[in-house]
C-alpha cells in the first residue's frame, strides 16, 4: 500500500509502549541462529573478537547470547524503556541509553559492533546514518568489525510489516499496517497491540517509521567514515545481494 510519508514526527519512542511485552511478541525470532551466522561471519573475515557493543540492542536478547558464549558485551539503545528489559534476560545484559550516532563510549574500545534486526533501518535521515557509521568506526579498535543488517527496498515496499494476529490462545494480539512511500523510502507502519491479561485487555498503538537505503548510500556512509574494506551479503548465507534480497547484512573493517 502506498501513501505519502509523515516525516516530520520525533525519531524517538519507537518500542517504548511495547518494550514490556516485545520479547513475548518476538519469541519465534531464532536469536541464537542470528548470532551462529555472525560467528559464521566472524570465521570467515578471521576475526576473534573479545569486547563487543551490541548496538541498538532493544531488550538485549542478542547481546545476551553472546554473553553465554564467553564474550564481554555491552548494549546501548535510545529506547529506555527497552534497555531497562535488558536486565530480564539471562544473563543479564548491562546497556545504556544512548543514540547510535553519539555513543557515550570510549574511542577504539570494542573489537566488534553488531546492529541487528534492521534497526537501522529506524535513522530516517541520511546524514544521521552517516554519523552512525562514523560512530562504529570511532568506538571500533583497529581490525574490529562492524556487523549490521538492513531491509531493502524490495522489502520495505512490499507490505511485509502488513500483518495480523487476532485469534488464538496467545494472549497478545496485534494488528499491523504498512504505509510505503516511494518517493522518500519511508515505510510507516501503524501498530496495534491487545494484551490479554486477567483484569482485561490493555491495548495500545505505536508508529514506527523505516527507510530503505540504496546500496551505494549504505557503502558511501562506511568509506566516508574510514571503513575501506567492506562487504555485503544476502542474509544468513555468503551470497551476494541481489534485487530479489530482503535482508541484506554488511560487514566492514576498521584498518
Known amino acids: 500500500m502506498s501513501e505519502p510519508a509523515d516525516i516530520t514526527r520525533p525519531g524517538q519512542g519507537e518500542f517504548d509502549a511495547v518494550a514490556e511485552y516485545y520479547d513475548h511478541l518476538m519469541r519465534t525470532v531464532p536469536y541464537t541462529g542470528w548470532v551462529d551466522y555472525v560467528e559464521a561471519m566472524l570465521r570467515r573475515w578471521k576475526s576473534y573478537p573479545r569486547r563487543v557493543l551490541d548496538l541498538a540492542c532493544g531488550t538485549g ?36 541509553v544512548c543514540d547510535a550516532g553519539a555513543l557515550a563510549l570510549a574511542d577504539d574500545s570494542f573489537d566488534l559492533v553488531v546492529c541487528l534486526y534492521d534497526s537501522l533501518n529506524y535513522i530516517l535521515d541520511l546524514a544521521q ?16 568489525l ?16 502488513t500483518q495480523a494476529s487476532l ?26 497491540f491487545g494484551y490479554h491479561a486477567p483484569e482485561g485487555v490493555r491495548e495500545f498503538r505505536e508508529t514506527h517509521y523505516q527507510r530503505a537505503y540504496t546500496s551505494r548510500e549504505i557503502v ?7 571503513f575501506r574494506r567492506h562487504k555485503s551479503y544476502d542474509a544468513y548465507r555468503f551470497t551476494p545481494v541481489t534485487p530479489w534480497t530482503d535482508r541484506a547484512f554488511y560487514v566492514a573493517r576498521k584498518e
Open 146 to 161: 562492524f556487523v549490521f543488517d538492513m531491509n531493502t527496498i524490495r522489502a520495505l515496499s512490499t507490505a511485509m510489516f
Open 167 to 192: 485469534s488464538g490462545p496467545d494472549p497478545l494480539h496485534y494488528d499491523w499496517h504498512a504505509y510505503w512511500d516511494p518517493w522518500t523510502r519511508l515505510c510507516r507502519v501503524e501498530m496495534w
Open 61 to 96: 536478547k542478542v547481546g545476551s547470547e553472546m554473553l553465554r558464549r564467553g564474550y564481554e558485551v555491552i548494549g546501548a539503545d535510545l529506547s529506555e524503556p527497552m534497555v531497562r528489559e535488558c536486565a530480564r534476560q539471562a544473563p543479564p545484559l548491562s546497556a545504556a
Open 220 to 226: 558511501g556512509a562506511l568509506e566516508a567514515a574510514g
Open 129 to 144: 546514518f552517516e554519523r552512525a557509521m562514523a560512530e562504529a568506526h570511532r568506538v571500533l579498535r583497529s581490525k574490529g
